[in-house]
Every structure is written in C-alpha cells, then in structure tokens.
C-alpha cells in the first residue's frame, strides 16, 4: 500500500511542480504544503479515477474502457487496503469519492483546479500535529484565492451562477 500511496503521491507532485506558482514558493513553503496537504489533494486525484459504481479506483485516469487486468488490480488494490487500514476506513474514503464524484463529474478540469485550491490552503491538514508556519503565508494565500476565483468561473462558465455556488459550498 505504501508503494501504491507513493505512485499516487508522485503524480500529484509532478503535477504541482508544473505549475509557477508552486514552484515559485519558498521551499520550506513548498514543503510544509505538500507535508500537510498531500494526502486530501491525493484524494481529490482518485475523483477522476473513482468507478462509483464498483466502488473501486484505478491508477490512471479512464475515460470508458477499462481492462479487465486494470479492473482486477483495481480490486485487488482495494482488498489490500481494507487488509491493512480497516473496513471503516475504508467505507470512509469511498463515501467521500462518492460525495467528490457528485460535485466533479469526472471533470479533470474541476478536479485539478480544486486540488490546487487545496494545496496552497494552509491549515487543512487532519492530523493533530502543530502545522508550522509558512515562510510567506501572505503570497500562499493570495495563489488560493487565485484558484478559488478560477475554480469558481469555471464553474460558472460550465454552468448557472447557482449551481456554481452550491457546488463550492458543497467543496
């Protein structure tokens, strides 16, 4: 699982490192973000890979077809994890890949402009560990509200000014 949790971590690392903004940040900056935030923006990442309906994800992004050694390593993937981390847990995360899929409908767009958004918000992390202080908090929380507003018009362009609110209520 923990190979598994690193291939999927690097991937959104090498998504983050794409983007000025983040590479821009101080790295003690950079560090403390991907450290704290990692794990939820990962979370955000299986959205576009969640099958709802088998209630399984895949490493990859699928659009229809799927192989069935995909589907089986999926599901094997999915054992194991329930092996390692608890059935509750995970009942857990796939109750919140239900709910992300209900608000993203697979939109890789929505989907990486919202993991965005997560990555600079400082403070969300889910441990109880005291999170340090960013070098330039200011400068974090200026590129948020940069993803903010863009996940927020393109909401808006892809639909209604009300549905684009209840959906980021909802996030």
Not at 38 to 57: C, K, P, Q, Y
Not at 130 to 153: T, W
């Amino acid at each position: 699982t923990i190979d598994l949790q690193n291939f999927g971590a690097m991937r959104v690392i090498t998504f983050l490192r794409q983007m000025r903004e983040f590479e821009q940040l101080h790295d003690t900056d950079r560090l403390i973000l991907v450290k704290y935030n990692l794990n939820l923006v990962g979370l955000m990442h299986f959205a576009l890979t969640f099958d709802s309906a088998r209630e399984i994800w895949y490493l990859d992004h699928f659009d229809s077809k799927i192989s069935p050694d995909d589907e089986a390593f999926a599901a094997q993937c999915k054992s194991l994890y329930i092996v390692c981390y608890g059935y509750e847990l995970s009942r857990f995360l796939t109750r919140i890949l239900h709910d992300i899929d209900g608000i993203v409908h697979k939109d890789a767009t929505t989907v990486q402009l919202l993991m965005l958004t997560m990555i600079f918000l400082k403070g969300l992390a889910p441990i109880d560990e005291h999170e340090p202080s960013l070098e330039e908090g200011a400068r974090v929380f200026a590129v948020h509200c940069k993803f903010v507003d863009l996940l927020f018009r393109y909401l808006t362009e892809h639909s209604s000014f009300e549905v684009a609110a209840k959906k980021m209520l909802r996030i």
